[in-house]
């Protein structure tokens, strides 16, 4: 990893672990329903869970794609293609709703872990990770990429907890909700410049 990846991949986890999805729609009614400190084991089996698979899948594919250069770029492709996916869905989602995903109790952190394994979103930003922040793909850059993905998932996650029904009541302003879904939609797209600068190489 370079310093000119560096910072794109912090930008592109910070902006995938802080926007709407399952993880963090639960993490919201759990906060709201259990509060901080009962949602804690939640919250760290997300983070630990989603740093193993992106390591996990990293190493299965490095072999492969050292044998078969054409598969990245491929692999590249479609995972930008989520990304302005992924972008247009945060434009264009309305208020999140917590109350369908309310539990009789807090997430467990081994159902967490195991959850981003189902999860189709931690999978495709697992891939993405990997593909567009792990050119050299060593155990080391792939270790590396998953461990900076993994704390800086943790915290921004961590908000939907902290906030909780605030945040519910703040995103069901449709001012609010446009302005937030634009800059994390935004965010989202910039994060991919070092993937498209290293198409074709």
């Known amino acids: 990893m370079t310093y000119e990846t560096l910072f794109p991949l912090v930008l592109y ?5 802080i926007t709407p999805g399952p ?3 639960m993490l919201m009614s759990s906060g709201a329903n259990f509060g901080l400190t009962r949602t804690l084991p939640h919250l760290a ?3 630990f869970g989603f740093t193993l698979m992106t390591v996990v899948i990293g190493v299965a594919l ?4 050292a044998a078969h250069p ?6 590249k492709v479609i995972c930008f293609g989520f990304v302005l996916y992924l972008a247009w869905r945060i434009l264009t989602s309305s208020a999140p709703d917590p109350e369908r995903s309310k539990r009789a109790r807090p997430l467990a952190f081994h159902e967490a872990a195991a959850f981003q394994w189902l999860n189709p979103k931690a999978i495709a930003m697992a891939l993405t990770t990997i593909t567009a922040y792990t050119q050299q793909q060593s155990v080391w850059s792939i270790l590396l990429a998953a461990s900076i993905f993994g704390l800086i998932n943790a915290p921004s996650c961590s908000v939907w907890i902290l906030l909780g029904q605030s945040l519910r009541r703040v995103l069901q302003r449709p001012a609010t909700l446009r302005l937030f879904n634009a ?3 935004s965010l989202l797209v910039l994060s991919m410049v070092p993937l498209l600068l290293s198409l074709g190489t």
Do not use: E, K
């Open 23 to 25: 993880n963090n729609l």
């Open 13 to 17: 986890a910070f902006s995938t672990s």
């Open 70 to 75: 054409a598969i990245l770029q491929w692999l």
């Open 62 to 65: 490095m072999d492969v794609l």
């Open 45 to 47: 089996g997300i983070s």
């Open 183 to 185: 800059a994390m939609a």
